[in-house]
């Protein structure tokens, strides 16, 4: 099948990359001529495992290509996905859909055939009937069906989600449309992912609403970890007790310092200003919203505490910045808010992040940037712990105390225990967890 992929940004790249990999033949579109011209040359723009193997293979067999010609890539396609931006619209948190509006413009006069137009975009529910709306008004003689069919990646991991997803949605009545979009899935079906298709509207709410509940499950394990700290008891052990009933389940469990990135933030928030529009509102989301929001800041009070109440003219070592590992993203990171917060206290700030730092650069100031987490720690009179990259999961105490003014972790990822780092004789600090639950 011949496929047109508008918006070569993260989720344009990954699923163009792997419908290529599936045998499709795959054009991915972008208005950005440099970043064409980066792909073309095989360079990646974002990090993300096994992505740049799966273009440089792809582009080699010829099934995958990158070019700025959207009429030339759209007019020779059987199927057109959108997958271009949908941000926050500044100043009101309604997604903005004007990149999702004018792709469909664009699209429209390019259109030969009969021809599926996808959003894989996350978009509000209705926009599909706008994008159909847009598309016979700007092309009366359009033979155009319009689908949903949401991406359900995670930074990170998103290749392997895309190629073992839980389910495949597909919200479209039309059944020739159904038909191209279970041949583009083939290859998944078979091998036993289930496909859901349902109405349009149905398929851009589910996305929505799978993104607030994750958000609400793990803003949920968050409250309950405050709550384990007062009690004496440990989040984790919770965590495992409940999510070993399947009706919980244990994914999306692990408290943190909040979620961040470039899905939950937004998305939750453009659900709540929808809801709220139509007389509906999602009460529970909204909570989570603002609960989350408190929390990042919440976690430069923990380091705050753990340093002795007071971080004035101390330095700490921030290990992670980016809004999770294996990415290079820094959108709604927690390390924003908390490193702003630390700052307003009079903290100096040094950190380090195995990929985040060109981002980083950009969207924090006065902070020094480390080679790794030793460098980091130097003169720190405390190491903080923001993001879980494997890299920090074995260090070298000794080392840290060489370095280290004073002993002192603050692990917001609970990826070290009380009693082993303790061993070590530093002070350490979890969430969830309280130093008595380790006594015995
Ligand atoms: C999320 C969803 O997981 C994907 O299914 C969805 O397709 C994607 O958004 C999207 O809408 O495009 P992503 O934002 O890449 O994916 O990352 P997640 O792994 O979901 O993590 C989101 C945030 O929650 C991170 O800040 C992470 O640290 C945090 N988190 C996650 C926790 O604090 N605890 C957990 O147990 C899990």
Redesign the pocket.
Known sequence: MRVAMVGSGY?GLVSGACFADFGHNVVCVDKDPDKIEALKNGKIPIYEPGLEKLVEENVRLGRLSFSIDIVAAVSAADVVFIAVGTPSRRGDGFADLSYVYSAAREIACSLTGFTVVVTKS?VPVGTGDEVERIISEANPAANVSVVSN?????????ID?FKRPDRIVVGTNDKNAEHMMREIYRPLYLNAAPIIVTNRRTAELI?YA??AF??T??TF??EIADLCEKVGADVQEVARGIGLDKRIGA??????????????PK?TIALVKTAQDLGTPVRLVETVVAINEQRKRAMARKVIGACSGSVRGKTIAILGLT??PD?DDMRD??ALSIIAALQDEGATIRAYDPEGMDTARLVLANVTYANDAYDCAQNADAIVIV?EWNAFRALDFARLRQVMKSWVMIDLRNIYKYAEVAKEQFQYVGVGTHRDTFKN
């Open positions: 989720v996350t949401p991406e359900f990646l995670r930074e990170g991991a998103a989600d996305k799978a993104n994750l958000a499950k793990i394990i968050n994914k999306f469990l692990h408290a943190g310092p909040g979620y961040g990135g470039s899905c939950f998305d809004f999770k990415t990171a927690p993001t």
